[in-house]
């Protein structure tokens, strides 16, 4: 089985994957143009930033396992991939605290203009009337859009400087906002217009695409700090130039609506030039510490696909099952009862959708769970039952 790593990766990590018998690919320079010639023959892919087309799951013919080595999946084709039965997984709160951090750095450096006075020194500038204008952060409140595992280190480590904190998501009840220790905001527009200071860690989804709109924008108070480490499309870029205009934003920014595609390269996006916005390069997960974090749980996937079949984190499974019924069929362990009871089926045009069989202890006999695409009719049930090896057969209605 080959795996093909296609970005930067923990060197330490990759005899792990030589140990679990995988023939390693490591081409860290792969772009996304290079993907479908590359891809053909790999069983497992490893992606860090590098974009997977439609087009290079499609060239891949053996192509069983997408791994995004890092948290959101927005770079890959996921709707080609399920098309296709490959699962695509992540790695979720691994980066969380490296995010965080950055999140609270770029904040410190807006309020007291941290890179204007390092550029000021640097050209032989002293400018200590100006610089000593910062607002400082204890008492103000800093309004957190997500509360996933990134929102919440950022919510650990602001209660450090004393700020009150407002959170808003959409799965955010006023219980879980108690054990927070936060404010639920129940919209987005206004935690904007509560806060000094806003920031955002939401995945990019359909949902959440120009969720920081001209409405929550427009209630942003003047001179009020924005952080985005999250994506750039989750943020109106006209709404946001206007609003830095219009209120004297002071603006800090990991991610870019024209970033180049490899790690390197010409960079023309035009915000960066304005006075109130300082920006990085996109480097929120770029610790050794995460990293080191990721690696581990890239390793742990596929370890528990090689060995067990297995693909933990999936990002792309149904969230509901379609089927409305479910079959229990408890029947003897023996060659050939499965493929009678999936044959019985198929003989009634019935579409299975999902199944699982359970062995019990001494593998005498076992548990078929079948979900099916419709209601099964009375003579199917009564075949499977009138059959010698199977022990007893019950209809489920899925709610």
């Known amino acids: 089985m080959r795996i093909l790593i296609a970005d930067g ?26 993907l479908p010639a590359a891809v053909p023959g790999a069983h497992i892919l490893v992606v860090r930033s590098t974009e997977v087309s439609a087009k290079a799951i499609q060239a891949g013919e053996s192509l069983a396992l997408i791994i995004r080595a890092g948290a959101g999946v927005n770079t890959i084709d996921r709707k080609a991939a399920s098309a296709r039965g490959v699962f695509v997984a992540n790695c979720p709160g691994k980066n969380s605290i490296a995010v965080a951090e950055l999140t609270i750095g770029l904040l410190l450096a807006l309020d007291r203009r941290l890179p204007d006075n390092v550029a000021d020194l640097r050209a032989g500038t002293w400018n200590k009337k100006d610089y000593s204008k910062a607002d400082g952060l204890y008492g103000r409140t800093l309004g957190v859009i997500g509360t996933g595992s990134i929102g919440r280190e950022v919510i650990r480590r602001v209660r450090a400087f004393g700020m009150k904190v407002v959170a808003w998501s959409r799965s955010l009840t006023d219980e879980t906002a108690k054990e927070l220790g936060v404010e639920r905001a129940p919209t987005v527009a206004e935690l904007c217009g509560r806060c000094d200071a806003v920031t955002i860690h939401v995945a990019l989804s359909a949902e959440t695409r120009g969720l920081v709109g001209e409405a929550a924008l427009g209630r942003m108070r003047r001179r009020a700090i924005l952080i985005n480490t999250a994506r750039a499309e989750v943020v109106d870029g006209a709404a946001l130039r206007r609003a830095i ?87 003897l362990d023996q060659v050939g009862v499965l493929a009678e009871v999936l044959g019985a089926i198929r003989r009634h045009d019935i579409n299975v959708e999902e199944m699982e069989n359970t062995v019990f202890e001494d593998a005498v006999a076992a548990c078929a769970r079948i979900r099916l695409a419709r209601r099964p009719p009375a003579e199917l049930l009564d075949e499977l039952r009138a059959r010698e090896t199977i022990i007893h057969v019950d209809l489920v209605e899925l709610g």
């Open 9 to 34: 990766f923990s060197e330490a990590h990759i005899g792990a994957f030589q140990q679990l018998g995988l023939d390693v690919d490591y081409r860290p320079s792969l772009g996304k143009d290079d």
């Open 245 to 331: 205009a219009e209120k004297g934003l002071r603006v800090g920014l990991d991610v870019f609506e024209k970033e180049p595609k490899g790690s390197s390269g010409a960079f023309e996006d035009e915000i960066v030039k304005l006075p109130s916005v300082y920006g990085s390069h996109h480097i929120g997960a770029s610790t050794h510490q995460a990293q080191e974090a990721i690696a581990e749980e890239t390793v742990r996937i596929v370890r528990s696909f090689v060995v067990r079949g297995e693909v933990p984190n999936v990002v792309n499974l149904c969230a509901k099952s379609p089927a409305p019924f479910q079959l229990n069929v408890r029947h």
